[in-house]
């Protein structure tokens, strides 16, 4: 069982730049794949970004070049550094952790870009 907890939403300007964080908890973090997805209303949950154990990332191809993920497997955490921020970016932001047959969610942490 993993628990996952969510930080570092909330309200920026566009072009601006904000860092979620996602801690987890309850059983071995450096074997899972950690992600971050994100759901607009109205919208499907997509994949934002993603970080193997060994850390290989992959992004979606909406917010290459502006999000970085990464991961401290010391501190049990993932993070998504977003920059260049756009409206459209406006989601709630979901944290997940995979490995095999195992999938688990936090609960969201929502981001705003708006003048």
């Known amino acids: 069982q993993v628990q996952l907890e969510e930080s570092g939403g909330g309200l920026v300007q566009p072009g601006g730049s904000l860092r979620l964080s996602c801690a987890a908890s309850?059983?071995?973090?450096?074997?899972?794949?950690m992600g971050w997805y994100r759901q607009a209303p109205g919208k499907q949950r997509e994949l934002v970004a993603s970080i193997t154990s060994g850390g290989s990332t992959n992004y979606a191809d909406s917010v290459k070049g502006r999000f970085t993920i990464s991961r401290d497997n010391a501190k049990n955490t993932v993070y998504l550094q977003m920059s260049s921020l756009k409206p459209d970016d406006t989601a709630v932001y979901y944290c997940n952790a995979n490995y095999m047959h195992l999938n688990y969610w936090g609960q969201g942490t929502q981001v705003t870009v708006s003048a």
């Open positions: 309850g059983s071995i973090f450096s074997i899972y794949v």
